[in-house]
C-alpha cells in the first residue's frame, strides 16, 4: 500500500481538505474494511486518503433521536447500531447489521462506508432503503444537501456523491405510530455468516388497530445493479387487511417485488436461481 | 515527496506506547514487526480469517484491517495480555483442557473471540458461540472442541 493521509480532527478542516484536493485523486477513509483490502490487492497511483476516523463531529460519529427522525452518523460503527436503543425498534436494521460480516468487522465499518461503498449486496444499506431513509450530505461549501436513499445509488459502487461532498449522515423519518410492526431481514447465502448475500430481502410493514397496512417499506439486495426499493409491491399493500391477505395477494406481492430484480448469473448464484429464491421468499414474509 | 510520519500515543496492555508510524503501516504490523508482539498473526490479510484479532477499546477488531494511525488514543489488549506470567486465563486453560489446538495459527484469534462472547452473551448456547465465532477460521480442528472450550470457560465464569 502507498498513499498519504490527511487526518482531519474538525469538520473545517475536513472541508479544507475536500477543497485542497479537488484536483488530486483522494479518498475517505472510515472503517478501511473494505479500502485495505482494496489498496493491498491494486495500487493507485498519488492516492490521498482523507481519514474520518479522527474526526470529532457528532453529527458523523453519534445516533440521535430528532424532531424529524432518527439520526445516525456516517461514522457510526455497526456495532453502535446493534446497541442503540432507539433503533431496536426497527428489526429490519438490527438484524441486517447482525447479518453482517463478523463480530470484528461490525466493530470498525461504520454505516456511512456501507452506503457509500454501494454494493448491491449492502445488507444494513438494503434495510436503511426499506425504512425511506434519507441521506444528508456535506457540502465542501458547508452546506447540507438530502437525497432519499432510493436514489443514492446510481449503479454497482456508484452514487450521487459528488468529488466535493461527502455523507454526513442518514435520517430515518419518524413513522407513523403503529399498533403492529412486521419487520425484518431475510438474507440467502450458502452459509449463515461472513457472507455476500445472493438476494436480499428487506421488509418493514405497519398496520394498525384492525390489522389494515398502513405503511409499507420493502427493498431487495443483489438481484439488480443497486439496492431497490420495491415501490409497487409497497403500494400493493398499502390499504389491505395483513390477517386477510389470500394466496392471491401473497403471489401479486412477490410478482411485484420480482419487477425490480434483473439479477446476474455469477460464479455465487445463477439469475434463474436469484429469481426463484426472491419470489419465494418475498412470498413468505407476508 | 516522501510519506511523512505520524506520531500516535495508544496504551498497549496496560503500558502507554509512542512512535512515529507512516501512514500506511497496518496496526498488526505495528504490533508483530515494531513492538514484538507476534500473537496476533498475518493470515489473510483482509478480514475473513479472524487470526490477527486483538481487542480494541473494548471490542474485538481485526488489526489487519486498522492503519497504526487510526488506533492512536485507543487502549489496545493482545493475547499475550490475557495470561497472568506462566498462568493461563481460564478460556486459554480450556482451550488445553478440551484439546482444541491443532497447529495453533489461529487460536489466539479464537481465545479473543471466545472472551468477546462471554462478555456480549454471559453464558451462550452453542448457536451463538458459533455465530459470533463465524470471524474466526480454524482448518485443523472442526470448531467443535473448540465451541466446547469456549462454552466450558462460559460456564464457569
Given at each position: 500500500?502507498?498513499?498519504?493521509?490527511?487526518?482531519?480532527?474538525?469538520?473545517?478542516?475536513?472541508?479544507?481538505?475536500?477543497?485542497q484536493?479537488?484536483?488530486?485523486?483522494?479518498?475517505?477513509?472510515?472503517?478501511?474494511?473494505?479500502?485495505?483490502?482494496?489498496?493491498?490487492?491494486?495500487?493507485?497511483?498519488?492516492?490521498?486518503?482523507?481519514?474520518?476516523a479522527?474526526?470529532?463531529?457528532?453529527?458523523?460519529?453519534?445516533?440521535f433521536?430528532?424532531?424529524?427522525?432518527?439520526?445516525?452518523?456516517?461514522?457510526?460503527?455497526?456495532?453502535?447500531?446493534?446497541?442503540?436503543?432507539?433503533?431496536?425498534?426497527f428489526?429490519?436494521?438490527?438484524?441486517?447489521?447482525?447479518?453482517?460480516?463478523?463480530?470484528?468487522?461490525?466493530?470498525?465499518?461504520?454505516?456511512?462506508?456501507?452506503?457509500?461503498?454501494?454494493?448491491?449486496?449492502?445488507?444494513?444499506?438494503?434495510?436503511?432503503?426499506?425504512?425511506?431513509?434519507?441521506?444528508?450530505?456535506?457540502?465542501?461549501n458547508?452546506?447540507?444537501?438530502?437525497?432519499?436513499?432510493?436514489?443514492?445509488?446510481?449503479?454497482?459502487?456508484?452514487?450521487?456523491?459528488?468529488?466535493?461532498?461527502?455523507?454526513?449522515?442518514?435520517?430515518?423519518?419518524?413513522?407513523?405510530?403503529?399498533?403492529?410492526?412486521l419487520?425484518?431481514?431475510?438474507k440467502?447465502g450458502?452459509?449463515?455468516?461472513?457472507?455476500?448475500?445472493?438476494?436480499?430481502l428487506a421488509?418493514h410493514?405497519?398496520?394498525d388497530?384492525?390489522?389494515?397496512?398502513?405503511?409499507a417499506?420493502?427493498?431487495?439486495?443483489?438481484?439488480?445493479?443497486?439496492?431497490?426499493?420495491?415501490?409497487?409491491?409497497?403500494?400493493?399493500?398499502?390499504?389491505?387487511n395483513?390477517?386477510?391477505?389470500?394466496?392471491?395477494?401473497?403471489?401479486?406481492f412477490a410478482?411485484n417485488?420480482?419487477?425490480?430484480?434483473?439479477?446476474?448469473?455469477?460464479?455465487?448464484?445463477?439469475?434463474?436461481?436469484?429469481?426463484?429464491?426472491?419470489?419465494?421468499?418475498?412470498k413468505s414474509?407476508? | 515527496?516522501?510519506?511523512?510520519?505520524?506520531?500516535?500515543?495508544?496504551?498497549?496492555?496496560?503500558?502507554?506506547?509512542?512512535?512515529d508510524v507512516?501512514?500506511?503501516?497496518?496496526?498488526?504490523?505495528?504490533?508483530?514487526?515494531?513492538?514484538?508482539?507476534?500473537?496476533a498473526k498475518?493470515?489473510?490479510g483482509?478480514?475473513?480469517?479472524?487470526a490477527?484479532t486483538i481487542?480494541?477499546?473494548?471490542?474485538?477488531v481485526?488489526?489487519?484491517?486498522?492503519?497504526?494511525v487510526?488506533?492512536d488514543?485507543?487502549?489496545?489488549?493482545?493475547?499475550?495480555?490475557?495470561?497472568?506470567g506462566?498462568?493461563?486465563?481460564?478460556?486459554?486453560q480450556?482451550?488445553?483442557?478440551?484439546?482444541s489446538?491443532?497447529c495453533?495459527?489461529?487460536?489466539p484469534?479464537?481465545?479473543?473471540?471466545?472472551?468477546?462472547?462471554?462478555?456480549?452473551?454471559?453464558?451462550?448456547?452453542?448457536?451463538?458461540?458459533?455465530?459470533?465465532l463465524?470471524?474466526?477460521i480454524?482448518?485443523?480442528t472442526?470448531?467443535?472442541?473448540?465451541?466446547?472450550?469456549i462454552?466450558f470457560?462460559?460456564?464457569?465464569?
Amino acid at each position: 500500500m502507498d498513499f498519504r493521509t490527511i487526518s482531519p480532527q474538525t469538520t473545517e478542516e475536513l472541508l479544507e481538505a475536500i477543497k485542497q484536493n479537488q484536483g488530486k485523486h483522494f479518498r475517505f477513509g472510515a472503517g478501511y474494511t473494505d479500502l485495505i483490502p482494496e489498496l493491498e490487492m491494486q495500487m493507485e497511483n498519488g492516492l490521498i486518503v482523507i481519514n474520518l476516523a479522527k474526526l470529532k463531529d457528532s453529527n458523523f460519529t453519534s445516533i440521535f433521536l430528532s424532531e424529524d427522525g432518527i439520526r445516525i452518523g456516517a461514522l457510526t460503527t455497526m456495532t453502535d447500531v446493534l446497541s442503540n436503543k432507539h433503533l431496536q425498534k426497527f428489526p429490519v436494521l438490527i438484524e441486517a447489521v447482525e447479518s453482517f460480516a463478523s463480530v470484528q468487522i461490525r466493530s470498525v465499518a461504520t454505516v456511512g462506508g456501507n452506503l457509500c461503498t454501494a454494493s448491491p449486496a449492502g445488507d444494513v444499506s438494503c434495510a436503511l432503503v426499506a425504512l425511506g431513509a434519507v441521506s444528508e450530505i456535506l457540502i465542501a461549501n458547508g452546506q447540507i444537501r438530502t437525497v432519499p436513499l432510493t436514489e443514492f445509488f446510481t449503479g454497482v459502487k456508484t452514487t450521487v456523491l459528488k468529488k466535493n461532498e461527502l455523507l454526513r449522515s442518514v435520517l430515518i423519518p419518524h413513522q407513523k405510530s403503529a399498533e403492529r410492526i412486521l419487520s425484518g431481514f431475510i438474507k440467502i447465502g450458502n452459509r449463515n455468516s461472513m457472507e455476500i448475500a445472493l438476494a436480499s430481502l428487506a421488509y418493514h410493514i405497519t398496520t394498525d388497530k384492525n390489522g389494515i397496512i398502513t405503511s409499507a417499506g420493502t427493498a431487495v439486495g443483489s438481484v439488480a445493479e443497486t439496492i431497490r426499493y420495491t415501490e409497487s409491491a409497497c403500494e400493493f399493500l398499502l390499504g389491505k387487511n395483513m390477517d386477510q391477505l389470500s394466496e392471491e395477494d401473497k403471489e401479486t406481492f412477490a410478482d411485484n417485488v420480482l419487477k425490480y430484480a434483473n439479477p446476474i448469473s455469477d460464479i455465487r448464484a445463477s439469475a434463474w436461481y436469484r429469481h426463484q429464491v426472491l419470489w419465494n421468499i418475498s412470498k413468505s414474509i407476508l | 515527496m516522501a510519506n511523512p510520519l505520524f506520531r500516535i500515543s495508544l496504551t498497549i496492555n496496560g503500558q502507554p506506547v509512542q512512535a512515529d508510524v507512516p501512514a500506511t503501516l497496518r496496526l498488526l504490523d505495528f504490533l508483530r514487526y515494531d513492538l514484538d508482539l507476534t500473537g496476533a498473526k498475518d493470515v489473510c490479510g483482509e478480514g475473513e480469517c479472524g487470526a490477527c484479532t486483538i481487542f480494541m477499546d473494548g471490542k474485538t477488531v481485526n488489526s489487519c484491517l486498522i492503519l497504526a494511525v487510526e488506533a492512536d488514543g485507543s487502549e489496545l489488549m493482545t493475547i499475550e495480555d490475557l495470561s497472568h506470567g506462566k498462568m493461563l486465563n481460564e478460556m486459554q486453560q480450556a482451550f488445553v483442557d478440551y484439546h482444541s489446538v491443532q497447529c495453533g495459527y489461529c487460536i489466539p484469534g479464537m481465545v479473543l473471540s471466545g472472551e468477546q462472547i462471554i462478555k456480549d452473551h454471559g453464558k451462550p448456547d452453542r448457536d451463538t458461540i458459533r455465530e459470533d465465532l463465524s470471524g474466526n477460521i480454524c482448518r485443523c480442528t472442526g470448531y467443535q472442541k473448540i465451541v466446547d472450550a469456549i462454552e466450558f470457560a462460559a460456564d464457569k465464569r
